[in-house]
């Protein structure tokens, strides 16, 4: 079975630029959860869809970061414009309805603001 | 306050030791506590779960105990490798997932 696949593995960005990150969750897998992992610290919940509609986006920043999962399949996240604060990790896991059932996570976009 | 707490933050040991992960949590009730391993630069990935009437639970080298009394759960290394080397995450379900933020564990030859 093929892993939750994201893209680019590093990115390094000036800030007040744009960036985009890529999600492809493991086939069938109807939720998936878009993670800030700051060093030393663990996963924080961005945003999780339940197919293609938001079940949870209490915590992210909306000023400045979005995401869209059109066709209840990948997922992109974007911050525009990117702070020095936004350098960090950004996990993507799926899961077949819910954190019991299959979660698994992708390998993450590392991304430095300077 | 995060709801979960781990201990120490860092450690170092020599191959071929052994070394327990404390986890400290005021979640309550939950479904299930979670180990996580994060090597550098990937993603974590599962170790053991256990639900709140489970004791321990075992994944080869690494043992999860629980003690849903005193809200506490450790995470047993035996006889660790170099490949040990990582971040331990600490996960507690209830109707969310609240993770800790993590040990993180250098072996040394």
């Known amino acids: 079975e093929a892993g939750v696949a994201q893209s680019p593995r590093y990115k390094i960005i000036e800030k007040r630029q744009s960036v985009a990150f890529w999600c492809n969750p493991i086939s069938g897998h109807a939720t998936l959860y878009w993670y800030q992992q700051i060093l030393g610290q663990g996963p924080k919940l961005l945003i999780q869809f339940q197919n293609n509609g938001v079940v949870d986006d209490s915590q992210l920043p909306k000023d400045r970061f979005s995401a869209e999962r059109l066709k209840g399949v990948d997922s992109t996240l974007k911050i525009q414009p990117a702070k020095l604060e936004d350098s960090a990790v950004y996990l993507c896991a799926s899961s077949l309805r819910g954190p019991n059932y299959g979660y698994t996570f992708g390998s993450g976009t590392r991304l430095t603001v300077v | ?109």
């Not at chain 2, 974590?44 to 043992?63: A, C, H, Q």
């Open chain 2, 1 to 109: 306050k995060n709801q979960v707490e781990q201990s120490p933050q860092s450690l170092i040991i020599l191959e071929g030791k052994n070394c327990t992960l404390q986890c400290n949590y005021t979640v309550s009730p939950f479904s299930n506590l979670r180990w996580y391993k994060q090597d550098t630069g990937r993603g974590p990935v599962s170790l053991t779960i256990m639900t709140f009437s489970e004791n321990t639970k075992s994944n080869g080298r690494y043992t999860a105990t629980l003690d849903a009394d005193t809200k506490q759960s450790s995470l047993h290394i035996t006889a660790s490798q170099l490949s040990d080397s990582a971040s331990y995450i600490c996960v507690v379900f209830d109707y969310k997932l609240s993770f800790g933020a993590g040990t993180t564990v250098t072996v040394r030859a």
